[in-house]
């Protein structure tokens, strides 16, 4: 369980917009303004640096994806696997409006807006109930097998 950065008193419940680190309260968040140094936000990725990341032979991992506190709501791999071999998933992915929904979230700048917006579709919804169903039964065998 992580502690409030600031005070180390709270479990924190904000991050700060500009350098991600977790306070607990208005209080912390207002001390902690005083001295905030904002991370710099990555350059921007160019095509090419694209067509050379697609050309690599090196397969990239869950870890490439995820910032430092994205660990936190990390699914381990293990409960990740059975969503490849879900039959139910994969003919709901047969659909294309729902590829193209998976597309253009994909592709949004604004992918919280995206997600709101697909969430709004049955399709999509029947396809995140469906994910979900997969990986906490998933889970619910591997708690019981401890």
């Not at 008193?9 to 500009?18: I, W």
């Not at 729902?98 to 992918?111: I, P």
Request: hydrophobic fraction near 30%; charge should be negative; include cysteine.
């Amino acid at each position: 369980m992580q502690i409030c950065n600031v005070c180390s008193d709270e479990t924190p419940k904000y991050k700060c917009p500009a350098c991600r680190i977790r306070y607990c309260s208005l209080g912390c968040y207002k001390r902690h303004k005083e001295t905030c140094l904002p991370v710099k936000q990555p350059a921007p990725i160019t095509t090419e640096d694209k067509a050379a990341a697609a050309s690599s032979t090196e397969p990239w991992s869950v870890e490439d994806l995820l910032d430092e506190d994205d660990y936190i709501d990390k699914v381990p791999l293990q409960r990740l696997q059975p969503l490849g071999e879900s039959d139910g998933l994969r003919d709901l992915l047969r659909n294309p409006h729902l590829r193209q929904l998976l597309r253009s979230v994909d592709a949004a700048d604004s992918k919280d807006d995206a997600m709101k917006a697909a969430m709004q579709e049955p399709l999509f919804v029947e396809l995140a109930d469906q994910c979900l169903r997969i990986v906490e039964n998933k889970g619910k065998k591997l708690r019981s097998d401890w």
